[in-house]
């Protein structure tokens, strides 16, 4: 199964519930009718739940019948994304995840805290030292950018979770620029939608009761992008092809640099994560 096995592992221990359909040795002539689609169940379920246990493979529920779906593993059909399924439906594998030389290409998946996707919320829950700052946003978030943000729920910061805590925040249906980007489907209107909410979130007046106390960590901005270029210089040498990208990226950083060293911020925040921007 080499990179679809992979995948679905993966995307379990992210959080995300596996559902499985399958046709496997179910003739079409035995669907016909909903007795004759138990008599095939019969025939090929203990032999499809031994595959499923025989090679380790997670799932939350199994449904039996072709299903409509964007990629199909299926030993009598040619799959279009096979080639490049990861990139296909916007999810990359950690390198060397499926026992083949990778090029460089792709940052790991955070898993600082475990989600829990519901019908119209998702529940967030992790150690304290990476929520508690988030809890803090969501409640006293200014009024000038609340739209940009998820409605928050509930949160639980009670000593008895304690190292955890947890929070609900309202459930945003849409893709996430991630997902945009890998299918280049990033357009210069779409690019400009987000850059705009960035600038409204770092020009946005606050009240003074929510002034800094003078204690900004400025830790997100030069010192991270700088880290970042280092530690994962395979990657951004392969993205920075021409001297134009060298000159804008070393301009951000000559930029970044100057706005701590001038103490401009009111509020120091996280980096701008493209899979949470919808």
């Not at 960035?198 to 901005?221: A, T, V």
Request: glycine share 6%; aromatic share 8%; proline share 5%.
């Amino acid at each position: 199964m080499g990179v679809a096995h992979q995948m679905v592992k993966d995307l379990k221990a992210q959080g995300h519930t596996i559902i499985i359909h399958t046709a496997r040795g179910m003739k079409p002539s035995k669907v016909g009718e909903q007795a004759a689609l138990g008599v095939a169940i019969a025939e090929v379920g203990c032999a499809t739940f031994k595959n499923l246990a025989e090679h380790e493979i997670p799932f939350d529920e199994i449904v039996f019948g072709k299903p409509h779906a964007d990629v199909y593993l299926d030993d009598k059909a040619v799959n279009a994304l096979s080639g490049d399924m990861d990139r296909g439906i916007g999810w990359m594998l950690a390198d060397g995840a499926s026992g083949q030389e990778v090029v460089p290409k792709n940052l790991p998946a955070r898993e600082f805290n475990k989600v829990l996707i519901m019908a119209e919320h998702v529940e967030k829950k992790g150690l304290r030292e990476y929520l508690l700052g988030e809890i803090h946003f969501y409640k006293n978030c200014p009024e000038s950018i609340k739209d940009l943000f998820p409605k928050m729920h509930d949160s639980d910061t009670s000593e008895a979770l304690t190292p955890f805590c947890s929070v609900t925040i309202e459930r945003i249906f849409g893709i996430t620029f991630t997902h945009m980007s890998i299918n280049r489907c990033v357009t210069p209107q779409r690019l400009i939608l987000v850059m705009d909410a960035l600038s409204r979130i770092h020009r946005c007046e606050l009240p003074p009761n929510q002034k800094s106390d003078g204690l900004l960590d400025y830790g997100n901005y030069y010192n991270k992008v700088k880290a970042r270029l280092t530690q994962h210089s395979d990657v951004y040498t392969s993205l920075l092809a021409s001297e134009a990208d060298h000159r804008e990226v070393q301009r951000l950083l000559t930029y970044l640099k100057a706005y701590e060293s001038q103490q401009r911020a009111f509020h120091c925040g996280r980096d701008p994560w493209r899979p949470s921007v919808q």
